[in-house]
């Protein structure tokens, strides 16, 4: 899975495939499929048949990686899976570094020594502004509640929002020299499948 691509220093998106629709083995909804390849500092964004945006974003802040999104392009700042994918405090699978990958001494492929998120990552994700608002109140309240009856009410709430499912899968790392604590992630390639609502 480790190695060198030096041609994926930049942005290459590849094997993009045609819209695929489906029928999902265990919910019967649409199954919307595609694939790419994004290098180091660089963005994916790919647009959904509702208008919504998914994308993986470079990282520009402590390990180098990515944060994966689903936004209303009308309201850029909304985050659409990260307010329902839990667990809501620390790592969790929308966030992809090299270090998910790797053991405790950084020598070798991740062998369960490290608890992390692996090379499939399920996610959830609102699909309106309006779920969206109310999954953050809720959650919020939840995160810092005013008493332990308020943060019961606001999880009651919010396990009741709906929301779809998604998989990312990391088909190909790679990995680049170690800078101190920091291993960097030259590329990724990644299959991605989400179920959506029906079209009508």
């Known amino acids: 899975m480790n190695g060198w691509k030096a041609n994926l220093i930049i942005l290459t998106l590849i094997s993009i495939s045609d819209l695929l629709f489906g029928e999902g083995s265990s919910t019967g909804q649409p199954v919307c499929s595609f694939s790419g390849t994004v290098s180091l500092g660089e963005d994916f964004q790919y647009e959904l048949p509702s208008g919504l945006l998914f994308t993986i974003e470079s990282i520009d802040y402590g390990p180098e990686g990515w944060a994966l999104r689903i936004y209303d392009p009308a309201?850029?700042?909304?985050?659409?899976?990260?307010?329902?994918?839990?667990?809501?405090?620390?790592?969790?699978?929308?966030?992809?570094?090299?270090?998910?990958?790797?053991?405790?001494?950084?020598?070798?492929?991740?062998?369960?020594?490290?608890?992390?998120?692996?090379?499939?990552?399920?996610?959830?994700?609102v699909t309106d502004k309006a779920s969206y608002e109310e999954a953050f109140e809720t959650l919020s309240a939840m995160l810092w509640p005013e008493s332990p009856e308020a943060q019961e009410a606001a999880a009651e709430v919010h396990d009741c929002i709906h929301r779809e499912y998604g998989v990312l899968t990391v088909t190909e790392l790679v990995t680049g020299i170690t800078s101190g604590d920091s291993i960097p992630i030259e590329s990724i390639e990644f299959d991605v499948e989400l179920f959506l609502p029906e079209q009508v």
């Not at 966030?95 to 399920?122: C, M």
């Open 75 to 125: 309201y850029p700042s909304d985050n659409f899976c990260s307010v329902v994918t839990p667990p809501y405090r620390g790592i969790n699978a929308l966030q992809i570094y090299a270090w998910h990958f790797l053991n405790e001494t950084g020598t070798g492929l991740n062998d369960g020594s490290v608890n992390a998120p692996g090379e499939e990552r399920k996610f959830y994700f």
